[in-house]
């Protein structure tokens, strides 16, 4: 975890150092965890996850149809 002093301090590279030892960076203000920051690959995977069963979803209750990956791609990128 990365106190908001440490990373005033060290900034980027504090961020970096963390995100290299636990996959993610915990950021804490007084003591109290308050943001997590994850490589934008791990994001993006994550929305394409969530993205993937809302369609699936929705296909089965007959509300949506995605015709290729594509489409889904477009779809992501459109909400980042």
Do not use: W
């Not at 990373?7 to 961020?15: D, M, N, Q, S």
């Not at 995100?19 to 943001?35: F, P, T």
């Not at 996850?49 to 949506?64: F, G, M, S, T």
Request: net charge negative; proline share 1%.
């Amino acid at each position: 975890m990365i106190s908001i002093l440490d990373l005033r301090k060290r900034g980027i590279k504090a961020i970096e150092e963390e995100i290299k030892e636990n996959k993610k960076a915990i950021i804490s203000h007084r003591g109290v965890a308050k943001y997590v920051m994850i490589p934008i690959e791990e994001f993006i995977d994550i929305e394409l996850e969530r993205a993937y069963q809302e369609l699936k979803e929705k296909k089965e209750n007959n509300q949506a149809f995605v015709s290729s990956a594509d489409e889904l791609i477009k779809r992501i990128e459109n909400e980042l």
